[in-house]
């Protein structure tokens, strides 16, 4: 089963920019979907972010504009690009794939806080 690990989080004052990366153990060549969600305190996981197999991608109204979801399929890695940050944008951030044939890996999560 492929495994998926996160990394690039962090803190960052309000209007600065991160990139996270979801590095897969195996290939990704068989996934259906990618996406980023995150999870701040007290609330509800929220998908922020998905990257289809046909190659569009989706964002969630909130960071449209500012977040770049992309992939390298050399690396077999996830890129989320995040700039303009703000306070909101605070949350544990995971990555997931949902395969072709079924299933979904998610990864551990990597924090970004952003200080105003």
């Known amino acids: 089963q492929v495994q998926l690990a996160e990394s690039g989080g962090g803190l960052v004052q309000t209007g600065g920019s991160l990139r996270l990366s979801c590095a897969a153990s195996?290939?990704?060549?068989?996934?259906?979907?990618m996406n980023w969600h995150r999870q701040a305190p007290g609330k509800q996981r929220e998908l922020v972010a998905t990257?289809?197999?046909?190659?569009?991608?989706n964002y969630a109204d909130s960071v449209k504009g500012r977040f770049t979801i992309s992939r390298d399929n050399a690396k077999n890695t996830l890129y989320l690009q995040m700039n303009s940050l703000k306070p909101e944008d605070t949350a544990v951030y995971f990555c997931?794939?949902?395969?072709?044939?079924?299933?979904?890996?998610w990864g551990q999560g990597t924090q970004v806080t952003v200080s105003s």
């Open positions: 997931n794939v949902d395969w072709l044939v079924g299933g979904r890996s």
């Open positions: 195996g290939s990704t060549s068989g996934f259906y979907t």
């Open positions: 990257l289809t197999r046909r190659g569009s991608t």
